[in-house]
């Protein structure tokens, strides 16, 4: 399964949730598991609308071994982040929120990858895994 999906507006913020939320009732994740992969899709998916003007994001289920899993990648042209360290950590924000983003969304999932390019974009990719 391979499914991308545009990242341009609220509405495509819903969507992303909703398929997000349908694939992980496909894994059979508990729904504390379900809330921190939609609630981590979420962020990021308004991370990418907001600081990064807007993008896609891919969903792809992943088999490995004994685990399946769902990857998502989120990715823009955006003008990149600068510290990417600094943005991981609790409590700094850019743009005037709680500042608990890049970081939180970090702990609600399994696998966390950040790779972000001065004035070329980002892209931010998560995996939970059904064990």
Known sequence: MHQVLPLETDEHVVAVRKAVREH????????VEQTKLVTAASELARNTIKYGGGGVVVLERLIDGLRNGLRLVF???GPGIADIELA??????SGGGLGLGLGGTKRLVDDFLIDSRPSEGTAVAIIKWKI
Do not use: I, P
């Open 24 to 31: 992980a009732l496909e894994l059979k994740l508990s729904l």
């Open 75 to 77: 990715a823009d042209t």
């Open 88 to 93: 991981l950590r609790d409590g700094y924000t």
